[in-house]
């Protein structure tokens, strides 16, 4: 698969996580109440495991050559490291009087470029030849 193909099957599975997560912390931030915290945690949990079954069956289909606990380990632990600078990201500007719903797009721009060099080159590296 062309490497432009992939990126763009590589931006529907994020905008599925950004979207669905956007709108899970909404319900939970604004329509429930909920502090943003326990919000964004619910909202990162579903859009997570959204996100890895596009990238795992669709997106990256094609280099599939490790096992499942080790694309799912891998993917587990570089989503960590994200999700505690995402976190980090969005506390930071919540503290300096930014809504989280401009903390959503601020922390997205940033993970666009990092989640597709790790997915890219260490999730689901190509096969070496």
């Not at 949990?45 to 997570?48: K, L, P, Q, S, V």
């Given at each position: 698969m062309s490497p432009t193909r992939r990126f763009f099957k590589y931006m529907a599975g994020g905008s599925v996580y950004f979207w669905v997560g956007y709108g899970v912390f909404a319900i939970c931030y604004?329509?429930?109440?909920?502090?943003?915290?326990?919000?964004?945690?619910?909202?990162d949990?579903?859009?997570?495991t959204l996100n890895y079954l596009i990238q795992r069956f669709w997106a990256f289909s094609d280099q599939i050559h490790?096992?499942?606990?080790?694309h799912a380990g891998r993917y587990i632990f570089i989503e960590s490291i994200g999700f505690a600078i995402d976190y980090l990201i969005i506390w930071g500007l919540k503290a300096i009087g930014i809504t989280p719903y401009i903390g959503f797009f601020v922390s997205s721009a940033f993970f666009t470029?990092?989640?597709w060099l790790w997915y890219r080159y260490w999730v689901f590296p190509e096969r070496r030849a």
């Open positions: 604004s329509l429930l109440g909920w502090d943003w915290l326990p919000s964004k945690v619910l909202a949990a579903i859009g997570w490790l096992s499942e606990m080790k470029v990092w989640s």
